[in-house]
């Protein structure tokens, strides 16, 4: 007898951080975290399809006061979308995910996309880049992920900054690994890139970040595939590379941007749930309530409910 596999309980509102009402109202809530488990052209190692409710799951040991900024931000609105199941190939994925994103924006939401493979980027790209006519895309990445096409496909995690950049200008950093064909693209045209050797050897803060920022527009998304972590931080990844950024070189370049610009939406992808190894899942949560607590002390954002 064919065995049927359990039913997963379906993703709610609070699931991110845990959050309890009003904090986690879809109405009033001014970020939106949407999980998209979606994995068809992983080439290495296999999982990322886990990845949103593995972050989900240890969102809700993350601490609200953030060390840093020496606050909690969590009641500045964050409710947890519908996760997003969806079987088609990449290319059809990114229309639905355009139109889905582009909804969130006509109504004020700031979207924070977990995934899931790479590919699912590109749909939210193309809803930023018709919203907004100055536009662009920091990618935060050990891949180029500037080919035409990988195994077939044009849409996939290989060719995700490729499919990017004929929709904006793209600013790539952290990339350690790419191929020929990659190297001919790389840093030029609108494509701006920084490479992990420089970005490691140079001085982050004086040199560095202005340069980031120079290149970029005044809205941003920003896609970040969690391998341009060195692995021996973040090891659940699909592709791993060594010679990777540190953590808080990481957020050093995330709170520069949203200080400096607009920063529309993030995702974070390629995460891949390691059996009895939790710290991958735990620092893409951490990740992406920091992109929260910056951009709600930039905004100068208060609780969406007052008196509470």
Request: with cysteine; hydrophobic share 40%.
């Amino acid at each position: 007898m064919d065995q049927v596999a359990p039913e997963l309980p379906q993703i709610g509102p609070g699931d991110f951080l845990g959050l309890d009402e009003p904090w986690n109202d879809p109405e009033k809530a001014r970020f939106v975290v949407l999980p998209v488990s979606y994995e068809k052209t992983t080439t290495y190692i296999k999982g990322t399809a886990g990845g949103p409710r593995a972050i989900l799951e240890a969102s809700r040991q993350v601490e609200l006061f953030d060390e840093e900024l020496w606050k909690d931000f969590s009641k500045v609105g964050i409710t947890t979308y519908p996760e997003v199941l969806f079987d088609g190939p990449p290319q059809d994925l990114a229309l639905h995910l355009e139109q889905e994103v582009a909804e969130l924006f006509r109504r004020g939401k700031r979207v924070v996309m977990l995934g899931g493979e790479h590919s699912i980027s590109l749909g939210p790209v193309r809803a930023a880049a018709r919203y907004w006519p100055e536009f662009s895309v920091l990618q935060l990445d050990a891949h180029a992920d500037l080919r035409e096409s990988y195994q077939g496909s044009r849409f996939g995690h290989a060719s995700i900054a490729k499919r990017i950049s004929q929709e904006c200008p793209i600013t790539q950093v952290g990339v350690r690994s790419l191929s020929e064909e990659e190297a001919d693209l790389a840093d030029k045209g609108n494509i701006t890139t920084f490479m992990a050797r420089d970005v490691l050897a140079g001085e982050l803060k004086k040199e560095i970040i202005p340069q980031i920022l120079e290149s970029l527009e005044e809205k941003v998304y920003i896609t970040f595939d969690v391998d341009v972590f060195d692995p021996s931080f973040f090891p659940g990844t699909g592709t791993p590379e060594p010679g990777g950024l540190g953590w808080y070189q990481v957020c050093d370049i995330l709170r520069a941007v949203v200080r400096e610009k607009d920063v529309v939406a993030m995702d974070i992808v390629e995460t891949v749930p390691l059996s009895g190894h939790f710290v991958s899942e735990f620092a893409a949560a951490r990740l992406a309530y920091k992109f929260i607590c910056y951009t709600a002390q930039h905004q100068k954002l208060g609780p969406i409910v007052t008196g509470k």
